[in-house]
Each structure stands twice: as structure tokens, then as C-alpha cells.
DNA sequence: CTGTATCCTTAGGGATACTG
DNA sequence: CAGTATCCCTAAGGATACAG
């Protein structure tokens, strides 16, 4: 069978670019991983303003990705919720590194002094849950 | 002044898309920090197969970004040396996970496991070797 | 060798209307 | 609410030729 991810290597660098290697991918895990939020309506509502038809199809790339699932939606609510697998979760350090590397250079990012400290403090054990599976 | 660089928001992860949020700019990256490349040559002949065009477009913005500088070649070689700032070198954590990250979901990536293994092993050095500078 | 320039094609993505 | 579907435009990118 003809993969329907191929890849232009099989560096692991690029393994990762091809699976989040574009501008919104990491921004709906962030949603997923820290902002509480679960629902395509609630990834629409984020700040960079992503477009459905872009929302849609990065939920299901990263359905397909297995980085993704689609939560059991009660049968009587309209309400689907998306959540974090473990190959998902596991994107939790690379997520902290490059929230540390931002709040280095960036000057306007958002991320708080004292939430860099807190993320400096907890960042052992918040990789050791995810690693222990939470 | 009109931003060169205008931010879709201020959040550390979006901050990070903007910088290396497509599918080539961390290749090169990856060439300059665990590969010995220095060259626009080096960079062409990597296995991804990056066209000219698009290779020139990104070391130019990395340089805007000051994550990498170009080296003042010698005088009568045309060989032009790129390496990383601190800011580049900075990125060297986010690398690691990311390469622990393929490691353990790419069946194809060709980080071997004995290279994973010493990864493991060496990751807190180099990380301090970053931070204090190199 | 280090790029530029050009041509051309495809993919990404904004806006918006619409459906179950 | 959770998507699909369209329309349309721009940016990304492959191929290749050329220049300093």
C-alpha cells in the first residue's frame, strides 16, 4: 500500500515537521494542553483567529496521526470534545522548551515572568506525570 | 515603524511558528547543530532536497531573526560559513525533545536507538553547555 | 560556490454561506 | 454546535537557467 504520509527523509527532525511543521497544528495542541479547551468551537475562539475549514482539517490530520481523539460525545449533546493521546501528551517537554526559548527572546510574548518560574519549577514533574501516563 | 514581523499574537508557542513554523527552516537548523554544514552547498545536499530558492529565502530570515549570522568569509575563498547565534544554539533543548520525541514514534526515523540512548545520557550536559554559553 | 531570477504549479488559507 | 463546501487569492515551493 502507498502511505498516505509520505516522508521526504527519516530524520527525526523531520519526522516532527511533518507532523506539526506548520503555523497552526501546535497551536490547537497548546489549546488541548494548557488552555482547557476541547471543542471546535472553543480552538475557533482562540486568539490567531484559525479558519474552519484549516481547523477542521488539522483535526483530522491529527486524529490520523494518532496525536489527537475524538472524545464519546453524549448521545444527546452536540458537543464533541477533543482531547490529548499519549503521543499527544508526550509533546508536553518539546511544548515547555519552546515556551522557555520564547519567553528568552521574545519580548512581547504573553507568557508571564511567574509563569515562566512556575514553568521552571514544575517542569520535572509535569514531564515525570506525563511520562508516568498520567 | 511597521513591523517586519507582524505577531498573530503574543503567546510563546505562536511566537516560535512565526520563527520556525514551516517545513525547512529547523532542517537547516538541524544541519548546523548536529551536522557539521556550514555551507549553502552543505545545506543544498541535504536529503530533504531544499530548492535554492527557498534555502536563500530562510537563511536570510534566520539571519533577520538572529538565530544564525553569516561568517565573515575569507578573503579569497567563495566559501560562505553560517553558524548559530546563542540564540540559535538556545534551541538546542527543543531539538533534543524533539528527536526523543520521533524516537519513540517514528518506527522509521533513523535516529538509532544507540544514538537515543546516548541522547538520554548526554542531554543534561549539553544543555548546560548551552546555557553557559559554549 | 553562492546565490538571483524566472516561470509555473500546487498548497495554504481567508471569507462566507450553508447543512445535519 | 460542529462541521462542509465554495470561491478566490496569495504564499510556498519545485525546476531550471543564469550571474558574480
Known sequence: ??????????????????SFGDKWTLLIIRDLMFNDKQSYGDFLASGEKISTNILA???????????VTKGAQAPNRSKVAYSLTQKGRDLLPIMLEITR?????????????????????????LIAAIRAGW
Do not use: V
Not at 2 to 18: D, G, M, V
Not at 57 to 67: A, C, Q, T
Open 101 to 125: 526559548w520564547s519567553g528568552k527572546y521574545d519580548a512581547d510574548t504573553y507568557a508571564s515572568r511567574s509563569f515562566l518560574m512556575r514553568l521552571e519549577q514544575d517542569r520535572d514533574k
Open 57 to 67: 482539517d488539522r483535526l483530522k490530520r491529527l486524529e490520523e496521526l494518532g496525536i
Open 1 to 18: 500500500m502507498t502511505n498516505k504520509f509520505p516522508q521526504r527523509s527519516h530524520c527525526p527532525i523531520n519526522y516532527a515537521l511533518e
